[in-house]
Every structure is written in C-alpha cells, then in structure tokens.
C-alpha cells in the first residue's frame, strides 16, 4: 500500500512539474512560410530576346520574335518562373562534386537591345534528386533550383529539336 502510495505521488510530481515547465516555456515560433526565393534570372519576359542552349547535342537558339514564338514564350516563363533554393560555397572551391567543373548544359539568356547576356552552367542532380546544381560563371556560390527547371528545360529540347533544324545554330556550336 505504501508503495502504490509513493507511486502515486511520484506521477502526480511529474503530471505537475511537466504542467509547469509547459507553462513557463516561450510558445513555438510561428514557421513562416517563404512565397517564394529569388528567381535565378532577375528579368522580366520583354527584356528577353532569346534563349540559347549549349549541351552535348549542339546548341539551340529560341528567339522571342522567330518562327515558334509561343515556344519561345512558353521556354522564357519557365526559365523566368525557376526560384534559387539556396546559394551555398563549395567546399575548397571544388566545383567538380556537384558536376559544374565540367557542366552538361549551359543556358544563356540573351537581353534585347544588346544588354549584357546572363548564363548559368548546369551540374548534377543533388542526392535526393529533387533539385540540381547551377552556377553563374562570375559566381563563387553554388545554386539548388528545383529539378523541375531541368526537367522542363529538358523537354522543350525535345520538342524543339524534334521540330526542325530551325532552332539549330551553328555559330554558337562551341562546346562546354
């Protein structure tokens, strides 16, 4: 009987401790929400003209004002529509662990008016696989957009290269 006794008493010290120590503890933060982080190219869709891929099939060119305008417009909203997950510098400054020493896309977006063109280099896909590595060559940090940016970059290639050569441009053929 005593023993159940002290038992009680020693649930009810706990039950009362913990509903004090509830008590006194600073309610949690409220988690906020982010709409959304920067966008990779800082631009809006009338200052585009074109957009030029380089990869290891050659290089595409989509001009906003050339054959297959509304593809070039549907390829400028979703490159306009890629936010940065996180920026982060690489360990050493090695480049090659996130595939951007030797990276298999490059996408240039070229401003009209001859203003100054904006590129990113494309790597690896992280771990997880939800998000790829980029990188701006005058850059020093590492980028993680969403992998949906490959993915759809991925098959606009598709389509445009299964429509015609139209979109070919050798003057840019240069390799990465």
Do not use: H, W
Not at 24 to 29: H, R, S, V
Not at 128 to 156: H, W
């Amino acid at each position: 009987m005593k023993g159940n006794f002290l038992l009680s008493l020693f649930a009810f010290s706990l039950a009362v401790f913990a509903y004090v120590e509830r008590r006194t503890a600073p309610p949690p933060l409220p988690v906020a929400q982010e709409a959304s982080s920067e966008p990779l190219f800082a631009l809006q869709p009338e200052e585009i003209d074109a957009i030029r891929v380089v990869d290891q099939k050659g290089c595409v060119v989509v001009r906003k004002k050339g054959e297959q305008q509304q593809r070039a417009e549907e390829l400028i909203n979703n490159i306009l529509q890629t936010r940065v997950l996180r920026r982060f510098l690489p360990s050493a400054g090695d480049f090659s662990l996130y595939g951007l020493a030797q990276p298999v896309r490059r996408v240039e977006v070229v401003r009209v008016n001859g203003g100054q063109s904006q590129t990113v280099v494309i790597g690896n896909l992280n771990p997880v696989g939800d998000a790829v590595y980029i990188r701006t060559p005058e850059d020093s940090e590492v980028l993680l957009v969403g992998s949906y940016f490959l993915t759809s970059l991925n098959m606009a290639l598709q389509g445009l290269r299964a429509e015609g050569s139209q979109f070919i441009d050798p003057s840019c053929s240069d390799r990465l």
